[in-house]
């Protein structure tokens, strides 16, 4: 289970800060990030980052979004400054689990991000 927290509402240019908590033990070889879906817009990735600290960007967020995680509280987080008023969106927490053949994948129940001008 992922349990998503940090969202509201913030002017632009301003900061927020996400987390997301996996509850449980996780595979070792996984990866944790953000997706985020607009109104009339399909889901889209964000930031994503391993368990070995490789992290990968959206072009739209690099240089002023910056992921971040904790393993040993399986914890992803998400700093997001300069903030405009197209990262307006539900921002959902990913966990993805590598186990040989299998992959699993599972969402956190999203966090509203509006940025107001």
């Known amino acids: 289970q992922l349990q998503a927290s940090g969202g509201g509402l913030v002017q632009t240019g301003g900061s927020l800060s996400l987390s997301c908590v996996a509850s449980g033990s996780i595979a070792s070889n996984n990866g944790m990030g953000w997706y985020r879906q607009a109104p009339g817009k399909q889901r889209e990735l964000v930031a994503v980052i391993t368990n070995s600290a490789r992290e990968t960007y959206a072009d739209s967020v690099k240089g002023r979004f910056t992921i971040s995680r904790d393993n040993a509280k399986n914890t992803v987080y998400l700093q997001m400054n300069a903030l405009k008023l197209e990262d307006t969106a539900v921002y959902y927490c990913?966990?993805?689990?590598?186990?040989?053949?299998?992959?699993?994948?599972?969402w956190g129940q999203g966090t509203q991000v509006t940025v107001s001008s």
């Open positions: 990913n966990l993805v689990l590598f186990m040989g053949v299998t992959t699993r994948v599972y």
